[in-house]
């Protein structure tokens, strides 16, 4: 079955740079947008970023541009996010998720993993 395991969340001071990464498995990885979203306490859901089968394409939320890089290692069946710079709003359990469609949409994702803790502190 599809199974999405993200890693590397964790406690970090604000301006400080972590990187989640999400295994994937059950499904042909290199056929799949990979995106990453983002649920703070008390908050919706919000799109962070995508990134295209191949790699060369990515999209990103507007608060998180020039701070955050996405990218997929199709062989190891990952994708990635890169965080730099981060700033307590940045606080949120991040998850992975996959689709076909190029979109920031949530609800168009398909699997999503069970997601991992960020936490931005002063």
């Known amino acids: 079955q599809v199974q999405l395991v993200e890693s590397g969340g964790g406690l970090v001071q604000a301006g400080g740079s972590l990187r989640l990464s999400c295994a994937a498995s059950?499904?042909?990885?290199?056929?799949?947008?990979m995106g990453w979203f983002r649920q703070a306490p008390g908050k919706g859901r919000e799109f962070v970023a995508a990134?295209?089968?191949?790699?060369?394409?990515?999209l990103y939320e507007d608060s998180v541009k020039g701070r955050v890089t996405i990218s997929r290692d199709n062989a190891k069946n990952t994708v990635y996010l890169e965080m730099n710079n981060l700033k307590i709003e940045d606080t949120a359990v991040y998850y992975c998720?996959?689709?076909?469609?190029?979109?920031?949409?949530?609800?168009?994702?398909?699997?999503w993993g069970q997601g991992t803790q960020v936490t931005v502190s002063s």
């Open positions: 998720a996959t689709t076909r469609q190029w979109t920031t949409r949530g609800h168009q994702y398909n699997y």
């Open positions: 059950g499904f042909t990885f290199s056929l799949y947008i």
């Open positions: 990134v295209s089968v191949g790699g060369d394409s990515t």
